[in-house]
């Protein structure tokens, strides 16, 4: 168990604040909103304490000096840096972690160090973003895309259509239709519930499947989709810290649109683009849409920070003819409402807590991803130790005796890729892919990965 501090109780810190109780440790959140306070108290048995986060006062109150670590993720990222630096200077808390939203924070040329706030680790949502949605738009038909061991694992997410080769079929009919792609299927959600399935598993229409694979093999996905051609041009809605980053990473292999409301942040986005054509005007006009050729579009991203214009323009652009569309909405009840009716919906707060996740858990989970909305993961730990030390190192999957809401995908071993099966042994150094059906299986990864005393 840890004793961590959350600094800001909103969305993000919320959240991570019940997974993180949910893991067992003890939690206290921060923040400067008794009501928030007062609703999260109801909902999670944690300890609050209403102020500023950046006040030593506050935090000495709070206890900060016995923490293991303290995550600062309050509204202001002035006050998160502040907050990081009381933390460590002057209540010497072993590690900090900060969000930080500004661009001008996040880059060297802007001469910005985290180590002049004492921090230790920075979480960009823009930054986290950026990468979710291009991961996204190079890979045609997913509307979830993840890698990890450097990129030498992948799982995509893809829905199930109805004129697809897997629709109304079992699994094992898989190995049929493409019987050279290395591929297992990790987890099924039906009607929003994770499921892992077997070869006897029926596959129907609306069924999200998350294939683990190599990159090579990946390639398999055009076969489960209607042919997608490769996107050519992109239009962005906002021209913030995620449009204007997204943008400039897109110029060079799209052609890209963005549209941003406001006259002055669209001047100061287009000087910092190359080919990239700025437009200042209302995303909300039909017939500025039309004029743009939005029927062209292979791909209109919404992302300025209002939820309503997000959802509004993506329906309106999808109805004139935008082949895909993605929109950022952070409102969970939002998120509900319009997630059959958008193509792609992608929760700020839901990347972002991934990214602090693998901060938060044990130095061994080096990669945590959430999985639509009930609590799945798949995450990335490596197993320290030898037989003696370790209580996986040297058994094989089928003798490790996990419950049955835990589920190998793959196995990284010195750069190679063996996708799990009941007779692999796990060795040293090994990175194991692992699905989970809910947080409460943490605590029981934790546990199996943790080396004995005397191995250090």
């Known amino acids: 168990m840890k004793k961590i501090t959350v600094f800001g109780g909103g969305s993000v810190g919320s959240s991570l604040a019940k997974i993180l109780s949910d893991d067992g440790n003890d939690i206290t959140v921060i923040d400067t909103e008794e009501s928030v306070l007062d609703d999260l108290q109801e909902k999670i048995d944690i300890k609050t304490l209403c102020g500023n986060a950046a006040y030593p006062a506050i935090q000495k109150l709070a206890g900060v000096k016995d923490c293991d670590m303290i995550i600062a993720v309050t509204a202001s990222d002035e006050v998160n840096m502040v907050a990081c630096q009381i933390a460590k200077q002057v209540f010497n808390v072993p590690r900090t972690v900060a969000r930080l939203r500004p661009n001008e924070y996040l880059t060297a040329e802007e001469g910005f160090k985290k180590d002049l706030f004492s921090i230790d680790e920075v979480i960009s949502p823009s930054v986290l973003l950026t990468e979710y949605l291009q991961n ?33 079929k079992k699994l094992s009919d898989f190995r049929i239709h493409l019987p050279k792609v290395d591929v297992r299927v990790g987890i099924i959600f039906k009607d929003d519930k994770p499921i892992y399935p077997t070869g006897d598993t029926v596959v129907e229409v609306d069924d999200e499947v998350y294939f683990i694979a190599t990159e090579e093999n990946m390639r398999f996905m055009s076969e489960l989709r209607k042919v997608e ?36 942040k669209s001047k100061k986005v287009a000087e910092k683009l190359t080919s990239t054509v700025v437009l200042n005007d209302d995303i909300s006009d039909e017939n500025f849409l039309k004029d743009e050729g939005i029927n062209d579009v292979d791909y209109f991203c919404a992302v300025t920070n209002d939820d309503q214009m997000n959802i509004l323009s993506s329906k309106l652009s999808r109805d004139l003819g935008a082949k895909k569309t993605i929109a950022i909405i952070n409102k969970s009840s939002y998120r509900s409402l319009v997630s059959k009716e958008l193509d792609i919906v992608v929760s700020p707060a839901d990347v972002t807590i991934s990214s602090l996740l693998a901060s938060v858990r044990t130095s061994d989970i080096v990669k945590v991803n959430s999985l639509g909305k009930s609590g799945a993961e798949v995450i990335e730990v490596i ?24 589920n190998i995908g793959a196995v990284v071993r010195n750069n190679k890729v063996i996708l799990a099966n009941e007779d692999i042994q796990i060795e040293e150094e090994d990175h194991v892919i692992i699905f989970t059906l809910n947080k409460k299986d943490i605590a029981i990864i934790e546990k199996l990965f943790q080396v004995e005393v005397g191995f250090f």
């Not at 890979?139 to 890698?147: I, K, N, S, V």
């Not at 058994?395 to 490790?400: G, P, R, T, V, Y």
């Open 136 to 168: 996204i738009m190079t890979h045609p038909g997913c509307f979830q895309f993840f890698q990890f061991s450097g990129g030498l694992v992948q799982v995509v997410a893809v829905k199930v259509l109805a004129d697809g080769p897997l629709a109304g």
């Open 383 to 406: 197993a320290h130790g030898d037989k003696k030390t370790s209580k996986l190192v040297g058994k094989k999957i089928s003798e490790l005796a996990l419950p049955e809401t835990i």
């Open 229 to 264: 051609g490769q996107a050519h041009n992109v239009m962005i809605a906002g021209g913030g810290n995620v449009g204007s980053v997204l943008a400039k990473n897109l110029e060079s292999n799209y052609s890209v649109k963005l549209i941003e409301k406001d006259k002055t």
